[in-house]
């Protein structure tokens, strides 16, 4: 069973930066494409980046191009998503989440299988 546990949160003020971190455990992350996910208050659980298994594939969403950027290392079993020049607008609890690839879009929560249990961003003004 592939358990997946996050870390890095926290609270900053615009401008600021965090590094997101999730663990993965269970099977070799290199197994599954991955993605992070973001729900703000009262909002839907949306995409943020995805990374295919190549680790050269990456996609943002419009709302983090050229901020974010997600990365994988597979010695450590480990996904990251760095952060930058943090807005009011990112606040909400990040997921990070697994799929195989080839199985639908990497910003449709629908097609991943296993998620952790979030990371809250809090980002003030």
Request: charged content about 20%; overall charge neutral; proline content about 3%.
């Amino acid at each position: 069973q592939v358990q997946l546990v996050e870390s890095g949160g926290g609270s900053v003020q615009t401008g600021g930066s965090l590094t997101l971190s999730c663990q993965i455990s269970g099977a070799p992350s290199q197994t599954y494409c991955m993605g992070w996910f973001r729900q703000a208050p009262g909002d839907v659980r949306r995409g943020v980046a995805g990374i295919y298994r190549d680790r050269l594939r990456t996609y943002y969403a419009d709302s983090v191009q050229g901020r974010f950027t997600i990365s994988r290392d597979f010695a450590k079993n480990t996904l990251y998503l760095q952060m930058n020049n943090l807005e009011p607008e990112d606040t909400g609890i990040y997921y990070c989440a697994a799929r195989p690839e080839g199985r639908g879009d990497w910003a449709d929560a629908r097609d991943y299988d296993y998620w952790g249990q979030g990371t809250r961003v809090t980002v003030s003004s």
